[in-house]
């Protein structure tokens, strides 16, 4: 008889390994996917991946999409190590361009640069994490599951952007749901360096990913966080606080993914305003999860993992537009990723063999 | 017929990490009979008889079914052969009805579920033998009783001959025991076997014909159960008092230190300690003997704040004083000298996936030397562990090493270490020893003893009554949440523990 004997390995293979190689075989499986719908999968992986390399607009891209993909990634480190399964960047992320939009607009629109941005990033933060919070303390207090609470928490959000720029924050000049351009002032775009990316949203994308690692490895509250995260019970029988863990960790991961809409907002190439949704963020917040974790939910190799993502994301993206308009090939890379890591993330951990214990039995009998 | 063997397990060996669960282990079961595994808890008898359904596979040793030697890998294979396991707690699909969980994977039962033959040929089935539920029931309205029958429908329906139950009487009534006794004599009359495994002595002469005895994972003896008396089989299951060889003085009074005042203590919705009060005073070893699952994880979770009594107070000596902590947090009453050594090491007492260093920090995580303003010092903590691993003896590869990798004797050092160095007033320690080797279980009972005499109060529950006549100044017979009874050590006989231990009310 033939059966599969699943062993835990002695020593795990690292998530440098594991990621990697998940990265290439969905690549190569999504490009083979890409065959049924008659695409030359070598022509697209030339001008999907390759092409954006060569140019300063695919290089500006990659960045707008990786920055935003590293500040919700990171932030979801602090609540995946916290075992918090916030599945809500994406609802946070909107809070924090609507944080943005509201300073930018309509509290100091006139305010210098250096007031205006650093407040704009400031109060998406705050948005961000009491969007955050509101799962959190329903966790705390109710034991409300937060994969779902997070996820509604998501539509709320979603509805509340397009209320806002179909209702009182529509621009009265045009008839596209957008509100009106930010002020010069508030355009990220204009601190930058020889390419179009935005600085200040790299250096506290920096900034946030030392920070998430000092917090997590060199403080009580990490040092909480992670206990909690990884054995819950332990932590509880020797006097660490479940609820305050879950609650903090909400917050820095909802306000991160906050940080990630201020940028989404204003730190592209398209005018700095409020717009669609769909716009502002498309899946970024879902994408980051496959960001965190083929970081292995450690803070540090978000910084790759993230501007990886950025590329993959814009490739399926140039694909899409230039051999398979209507398909949706960015959802076909993100999935088939989604799949091949968690396979991986089982060959990490565990050694598949086949063994036939038919043989063994006739040879005992 | 009656001589004929079901099932024949010769010389069966089953090592864990740490641990051999079943050594060289030999059980027969005969046809037609109603067979008693008993033991304490971590005997071995689970083990063996998940290594006779294929869910574990043996190390060593052979067994035989209806005379022919088999290899068993699965509960499929042990379903073929007709060997099937009643769980402790049923595994049904509670949103279906009682027909449907029975026909699942029944390739008899045709393709449409479940037709109406087939109702009728399970409902005959049932009727023979006394097993009466409503099939047509959704399974989430069933009793737990109820569910243990639609557990043994299951196996009848799929002509199991050899029926296993573990534990099975746990939650039952009184009526519904009798009802599942009732079950079994019919079931073995028309030429069934049963394996009935067990810790309670007095259900050997309830109902069984034979009886095996397994003691730290080996078989003590097997009898027929006319010719054994309840002394004999309760000496046999939890061994003769032999000389204490770890130094023992009688505690001299000193003051209360902990204090427990008709304690309730809610688990699930049932109550799991009912009324209990004792006191435990400095430089003292207080035993609670009691077989697992009797309300002893409850109580002690509340004494260290994890539950939260449903009545009742508890009161540390603190200052000279007794004061009232029943509504007080774990982390205040572990900085205030409370100590817990938990009984699931692996799942209280250690954080698998941190380091050697990081496991030790656990509950320290707030102290002065350690974080210098919410910042922890590492540099300190290391070397800090590394002082301790070696003062303590713990075997590791270094203080970065993930403690998972270490063997449970030296997780056990690591915990009790750890426990040690918060200067503790008062241990709780929860089966402290339970699975490890001689070597790790003297250096606990010592280290334990060592802290009694400078005049610690140590809180001692264990299922292991040689390690609480050992170690005791007095000893506390817990049973079904209750006390049974408190001896001085001196005046306390193993017997009579022992009975008071395994006797339902």
Redesign the interface.
């Known amino acids: 008889m033939l059966r599969f004997v699943i062993r835990r390995r002695e020593k795990e293979l690292s998530y440098a390994v594991s990621s990697a190689v998940a990265i290439l075989v969905s690549i190569i499986l999504s490009l083979l996917i890409l065959l049924f719908f008659r695409i030359n999968p070598i022509m697209a992986f030339v001008k999907g991946f390759l092409g954006p390399l060569i140019t300063l607009h695919g290089w500006a891209s990659i960045f707008y999409n990786g920055l935003i993909l590293l500040l919700c990634g990171v932030g979801l480190v602090i609540a995946f190590r916290a075992g918090v399964w916030n599945i809500g960047a994406e609802g946070q992320l909107l809070m924090g361009a609507i944080a943005a939009t509201w300073v930018a607009i309509y509290l100091i629109p006139d305010a210098p640069p250096l007031v205006l941005i650093p407040a704009m990033f400031a109060l998406g933060f705050v948005f961000g994490g009491l969007w955050g919070l509101i799962a959190g303390i329903l966790k705390s207090e109710l034991n409300v599951n937060e994969v779902l609470s997070t996820m509604m928490l998501n539509y709320v959000a979603y509805q509340l952007v397009y209320y806002l720029v179909m209702g009182p924050w529509a621009n009265p000049l045009t008839n596209y749901p957008v509100s009106k351009p930010f002020p010069e002032n508030a355009w990220l775009l204009r601190f930058s360096g020889p390419l179009p990316i935005s600085l200040p949203t790299l250096i506290i994308g920096i900034l946030m990913v030392i920070f998430t690692h000092f917090l997590l490895f060199n403080t009580k509250l990490g040092y909480e966080i992670r206990a909690v995260g990884s054995n819950p019970d332990a932590a509880r029988a020797y006097g660490i606080s479940q609820q305050k863990v879950i609650v903090i960790s909400m917050f820095l991961s909802g306000g991160m993914a906050g940080l990630a809409g201020v940028h989404a907002v204003a730190g592209g190439l398209l005018m700095p305003q409020l717009r669609r949704p769909e716009q502002i963020s498309r899946g970024f917040g879902f994408i980051a999860i496959l960001v965190a974790w083929l970081a292995g939910i450690n803070p540090i190799p978000v910084i790759f993992t993230s501007i990886l993502m950025g590329l993959i994301f814009l490739a399926g993206y140039v694909i899409q537009v230039l051999f398979a308009r209507g398909l949706g090939v960015t959802n076909v890379f993100t999935g088939v990723m989604l799949l091949v890591l968690s396979i991986a993330d089982t060959f990490r951990r565990y050694r598949i063999s086949i063994e036939f214990h038919g043989l063994r039995r006739m040879r005992a009998g | 017929m009656s001589e004929e063997l079901a099932v024949r397990m010769i010389g069966i060996t089953k090592r864990f990490p740490g641990v051999i669960a079943n050594d060289n282990v030999d059980f027969e079961l005969r046809t037609g009979e109603i067979h008693v595994l008993l033991g304490e808890n971590g005997a071995g008898k689970t083990t063996l008889m998940n290594i006779l359904i294929g869910l574990y596979t043996k190390d060593s040793g052979e067994i035989y079914v209806w005379g022919r ?1 088999v ?1 068993i ?1 699965s509960p499929q294979d042990a379903l073929r052969l007709g060997i099937y396991m009643v769980p402790q707690t049923p595994k049904l699909v509670r949103s279906m009805t009682v027909l449907e969980n029975i026909v699942i994977g029944l390739k008899k039962a045709g393709i449409i579920l479940p037709t109406r033959r087939a109702k009728k040929w399970i409902e005959d089935i049932a009727k023979s033998y006394y097993v009466l539920v409503d099939i047509d029931a959704p399974v989430y309205r069933l009793s737990a009783s109820e569910q243990k029958r639609v557990e043994i429908l299951k196996a009848l329906v799929r002509h199991a001959k050899i029926l296993i139950f573990d534990e099975i009487t746990a939650t039952l009534s009184p009526s519904e025991k009798a009802d599942m006794f009732k079950f079994m004599r019919k079931f073995a009359r028309s030429g069934g076997s049963i394996v009935f495994v067990t810790h309670k002595i007095g259900e050997v002469f309830e109902i069984g014909d034979r009886v095996t005895i397994m003691r730290k994972g080996k078989v003590v003896g097997t009898f027929d159960v006319s010719e054994v008396t309840a002394d004999r089989l309760t000496e046999l299951m939890f061994g003769r008092r032999i000389v204490v060889d770890v130094p023992h003085e009688r505690a001299i009074p000193r003051d209360v230190a902990l204090k427990v005042e008709d304690l309730w203590v809610e688990d699930d919705g049932f109550q799991s300690v009912r009324g209990i009060s004792f006191s435990l005073r400095f430089g003292e070893i207080l035993g609670v003997a009691g077989i697992a699952g009797n309300g002893q994880r409850e109580l002690i979770e509340a004494i ?3 539950r939260k009594p449903s009545r009742g107070r508890i009161y540390v000596n603190t200052n000279g004083k007794l004061m009232d902590i029943t509504d007080k ?7 205030n000298g409370l100590s ?1 050594i ?1 009984e699931d090491r692996i ?8 380091s050697v260093a ?1 496991n030790l ?3 320290f ?2 102290c002065g030397e350690i ?1 210098n303003s ?3 010092r ?1 540099d300190y903590v290391r070397s800090w562990a590394d002082n301790i691993i070696r003062r303590y003896g713990i075997v590791a590869p270094s203080v970065d090493a993930p403690v998972r990798h270490l063997s449970g004797g030296n997780i056990q050092k690591l915990i009790v270490a750890r426990e040690l160095e918060r200067k503790p007033r008062i241990i709780v320690a929860f089966n402290p020893t339970l699975g490890l080797d001689v070597r790790s279980m003297k250096y606990v009972w010592e280290i334990l003893v060592r802290m009694k005499q400078k005049g610690v109060a140590i809180l001692l529950v264990s299922e292991d009554l040689d390690e609480i006549f050992r170690l005791s100044d007095r000893i506390l017979v817990m049973s079904e949440g209750e006390v049974r009874g408190i001896f001085d050590r001196e005046e306390a006989d193993i017997n009579i523990v022992g009975r008071l231990m395994s006797r339902a009310k």
Request: hydrophobic share 45%.
């Open positions: 030697k290899e890998l260290v704040g994890i947090p774990t982390g205040w009453r572990i900085k817990y938990p799942r209280y007492g250690i954080v698998p996936g941190m990081e920090l656990l509950g995580q707030g974080v919410f910042v922890i590492w």
